[in-house]
Nanobody, 114 residues
């Protein structure tokens, strides 16, 4: 069974940085377009960033210039570097393929205080 395990979340003050990791088992992440999503309390899950099999990246407008998605093929891991964090970035962050072929992991909580 494919597993996606997110980590790296935590509590930071506004303006701080975090680096999230998504480790995949039983798939090769470079074979898929991979997304980071987030879900804030009481809100629907939303797309944050995508890295394609060709290593192109795309970002939601609300994170452009602040977040960077990347992939380490040797580690079979997807990263999300988050800088200049804002309280509105508070959410649980998840990774998955595009389309979301695999079961969602537990995510990693990011809390940004003002």
């Amino acid at each position: 069974q494919v597993q996606l395990v997110e980590s790296g979340g935590g509590e930071v003050q506004a303006g701080g940085s975090l680096r999230l990791s998504c480790v995949a088992s039983r798939i090769i992440v470079s074979s898929f377009d991979m997304d980071w999503h987030r879900q804030a309390p009481g809100k629907q899950r939303e797309l944050v960033a995508t890295v394609t099999t060709g290593s192109s990246t795309n970002y939601a407008d609300f994170v452009k210039g602040r977040f960077t998605i990347s992939r380490d093929n040797a580690k079979n891991t997807i990263y999300l570097q988050m800088n200049s964090l804002k309280p509105e970035d508070t959410a649980v962050y998840y990774c998955n393929s595009r389309p979301a072929y695999f079961s969602w992991g537990q995510g990693t909580q990011v809390t940004v205080s003002s």
